[in-house]
């Protein structure tokens, strides 16, 4: 009866999402297209294999390396990824090619759902981090599909939010077949909500099994040469309501570091013309990345308008800026730098990755910065002194390598399922 009203009310709903969808693809076109695959019609699914969903481009870079290894060890079974955006689409497309199958997931409705396993007939399913949807779950179960989470997180909030809607979540959580969990508080909340305690594992977060690609490290390098011995920062996935602080750090830093340059990288594409202009406003020299053109000694801002790219951005710079933190949304991925060995800047909104934050900062390769004002302090002090900034990153390095392991856990816990 929960899930029946819950399919209800979704069904009800589905002209305002429509709605939704067609504002999206105004500010964005690539929303228009491929609508049928949101119905579980159409894309292109390889029956009888691995399913993978991820909704968009952070979860998609997370599943990349067990991807490749499961591509690796089960070559007989092919591999479908899913996800809900258009970005997800172009980072699954970037990082695989034809190697996998891909489709948008369709909206979860007990009817779409049951049409796209129908097609896709998996042996396994497995749901990166916390998209979870209770038909698509519940649908599963009913097709005898394990329904596997990955790298698990579940911060307060988020478990907040569920317990609030308990009656609908408590059964989705209670038939997965196995939650491959961060941490062991997040375990903790995870149980509280539905999970059997013998379907949960502390596996550790694959992020951690991050290795930068030869080819990236490789082109980042030109790109320096090019630059010159100029000081380099990057802030990095930035949302609504950080550009204009990021954008007035750097007015003041440029004050004591007159060749330092800013690569500025927004998080989602339909604001890279707004976040141009802003640069503009701000009457700092701006290149941006679509137009194919390296900064010259003169440009401060190199707007990262790209995409599939941000790991080549992060190489490039001295420090990290990771963005999400200013305002409430989280913070995004901090072991991106940190496994380049590149101090990383927060703000304090990193409820999405506290025990990786606190880590970091306790190794002392994050610090925690409040305004512009904090931010540009913080950066031109690093900037000024190469030693400090050295052992901040080689910290940060250390912190990754120590952790790693959670990958090949992942692995041999879906190969006991499959």
């Not at 997931?105 to 049409?115: G, H, I, K, M, T």
């Not at 979870?132 to 649908?139: F, R, T």
């Not at 190794?363 to 925690?368: R, S």
Request: aromatic share 8%.
């Amino acid at each position: 009866m929960p899930r029946f009203v819950y399919s209800l009310i979704f069904f009800l709903c589905l002209p305002l999402i429509l709605a939704r969808l067609l504002y999206r693809a105004w500010r964005a076109p690539a929303y228009a297209r491929r609508w049928s695959e949101r119905f579980a019609m159409g894309g292109d699914l390889r029956p009888g294999g691995i399913w993978v969903h991820a909704v968009s481009v952070g979860e998609s870079i997370a599943a990349a390396p067990m991807v490749r290894e499961l591509l690796k060890r089960h070559p007989d079974l092919p591999v479908t990824m899913t996800c809900m955006t258009p970005t997800g689409s172009e980072q699954i497309r970037k990082l695989f090619g034809d190697q996998v199958g891909h489709a948008y997931l369709p909206y979860d409705l007990p009817w779409l759902q049951r049409r796209l396993i129908r097609r896709l007939q998996p042996r396994i399913a497995i749901v990166m981090e916390t998209e979870l949807w209770p038909n698509l779950v519940a649908e599963c179960e009913r097709a005898r599909v394990p329904v596997v989470l990955a790298n698990a997180r579940l911060s307060e909030r988020s478990a907040r939010g569920y317990q609030r809607v308990s009656w609908l979540v408590r059964p989705m959580f209670d038939a997965l077949s196995w939650v491959a969990v961060q941490s062991a508080d997040e375990a903790a909340r995870f149980v509280e909500l539905g999970v059997r305690r013998g379907a949960i594992t502390v596996t550790g977060s694959i992020k951690f099994d991050l290795k930068p690609a030869d080819a990236v490290l490789q082109a980042a390098a030109q790109w320096r040469a090019q630059w010159g011995a100029r000081p380099v920062w990057i802030a990095a996935s930035t949302h609504a309501g950080e550009d204009e602080l990021i954008l007035q750090a750097h007015q003041q830093l440029v004050q004591q570091h007159p060749q330092a340059l800013l690569i500025l990288v927004p998080r989602h594409p339909e604001r890279f013309d707004a976040v141009a202009r802003l640069v503009q406003q701000s009457n700092l020299n701006l290149v941006r990345r679509s137009a194919a053109q390296q900064p010259k000694p003169n440009d401060q801002v190199f707007l990262g308008d790209s995409m599939g790219e941000l790991m080549q951005f992060y190489a490039c710079a001295d420090v990290a800026f990771v963005g999400g933190s200013l305002i409430a949304g989280g913070g995004h991925n901090y072991l991106e730098p940190a496994a380049l060995g590149i101090p990383v800047l927060s703000g304090p909104h990193r409820f999405n990755f506290v025990e990786i934050s606190q880590l970091l900062e306790q190794a002392g390769a994050l610090v925690e910065v409040q305004d512009a004002a904090t931010m540009a302090e913080k950066v031109a002090c690093w900037l000024s002194d190469a030693q400090r900034r050295e052992q901040a990153g080689t910290a940060g390095q250390a912190v990754v390598k120590a952790n790693q392991g959670a990958l090949e856990r992942l692995l041999q816990g879906v190969a006991g399922l499959l």
